[in-house]
């Protein structure tokens, strides 16, 4: 356990007034839970073993890869394959030994996280899917612990405190006022689709953590009922009030046992859609294309380029599924999305052979950009 005994690592720290030796002892006492080892839990996690919190938690079952290295800086390509989680505490570890590092190598679900969020103070959502960041949300609702929310979306990011005990006994807003349900898979791409620049999760991570560090030191105006948005390409920062809404909290749950029953995956529409698709190489897509019995859809936006002129097909974005689908002819036996990359259009293929059982779906595999040549 780190206890306050080199000033000199801290000084510049306590040098401030508003922190002194009496914040950095809050900070030596104090827990943060970081769920998720990624693109916001890894410069999240650097400041807040810089800043000395006493207890760090890391969960995340993930591996790392190598596209992981432009914005998960505290690994390199030696640690390609390892465990996020127990790999980053090791980093920690050697980066300031005088902490307690504690390893969670698993997902936080909605079966653990009761048992695991109550060991820290603050919990900081480094998560990249929704039903983590609702089921975090609730969690920390139900338990009165503060949740410091990130997301990024290609250039822009974004950071607010949830569930931050108030001095009348109540919490303040959560992300269910943000976001009362979840946006369609089309409006909320992980960054393998819609990409990433590496500096952005880090600014936005690095964010959530003096979030934490202001919340434990009792700093003022930490972004509760707000949420700050800022764009790296035209450098714009703005803050903006979130509503209360407590007639649109109604579907989260207010139990503990309505927790852990709560599918958090079917109500963010990622399982409750999921049905058996094949993925098929270009080539058999080339067959496919002299087949009359097959109709082809691109689910990309219509403002995306390349445009298809190729062959025929209708342009169907995602998120107009399944209403859009069209009527299918007794001559047209088949289905075929494609899209950029190949995730939006397997999500719209699960999403047709719920709708359309009795016809055969398809998704190319790595979409337009694994065969330009077809395009």
């Given at each position: ?110 079966q ?31 338990l ?26 109540g919490n ?40 934490a ?8 105006n ?25 007639n ?73 599924l399944?209403?859009a ?8 036996t ?42």
């Amino acid at each position: 356990m780190h206890h306050i005994t080199d000033n000199n690592r801290y000084m510049r720290q306590t040098a401030l007034p508003q922190i002194g030796e009496q914040g950095q002892q809050k900070i030596q006492a104090a827990s943060v839970l970081v769920v998720g080892a990624g693109g916001l839990g890894c410069p999240a996690l650097l400041y807040l073993a810089a800043a000395g919190v006493g207890h760090i938690g890391i969960a995340d079952a993930d591996t790392i890869a190598l596209n992981n290295l432009n914005r998960q800086t505290l690994f390199t390509p030696a640690d390609v394959g390892k465990p996020k989680a127990a790999t980053a505490a090791l980093k920690l570890q050697q980066f300031n030994p005088n902490l307690q590092y504690t390893v969670y190598n698993q997902y936080l679900t909605n079966q653990n996280a009761l048992q695991i969020l109550p060991l820290f103070d603050v919990v900081i959502d480094g998560s990249d899917n929704l039903p983590t960041r609702y089921m975090l949300s609730d969690a920390c609702q139900l338990l009165q612990k503060p949740l410091v929310y990130g997301a990024v979306y290609r250039f822009e990011g974004q950071v607010a405190v949830f569930n931050l005990p108030q001095a009348n006994g109540g919490n303040s807003i959560s992300y269910r006022n943000l976001f009362p349900y979840p946006p369609d898979a089309q409006n909320a791409p992980d960054c393998a689709v819609s990409g990433i620049l590496g500096v952005l999760p880090g600014i936005t991570g690095t964010m959530q953590a003096a979030e934490a560090l202001k919340i434990i030191t009792g700093l003022s105006n930490p972004l509760t009922g707000k949420l700050l948005t800022f764009n790296l390409l035209e450098q714009m920062w703005f803050t903006t009030s979130i509503p209360v809404q407590l007639n649109l909290q109604t579907n989260a749950p207010i139990t503990p046992e309505a927790f852990m029953q709560f599918d958090y995956p079917a109500f963010c529409r990622q399982t409750a859609l999921v049905h058996p698709v094949a993925e098929i190489t270009p080539a058999l897509f080339a067959q496919m294309l002299q087949q009359p019995n097959t109709l082809f859809i691109d689910v990309r936006n219509e403002t995306e380029l390349p445009r298809v002129t190729a062959f025929t097909h209708l342009q169907i974005p995602l998120s107009q599924l399944p209403q859009a689908l069209p009527p299918i002819s007794d001559a047209q036996t088949q289905l075929v999305f494609f899209c950029q990359t190949g995730a939006r259009s397997l999500l719209a293929a699960q999403i047709a052979a719920k709708t359309r059982p009795e016809i055969c779906v398809f998704s190319l595999k790595n979409g337009i950009a694994g065969c330009p040549q077809l395009f």
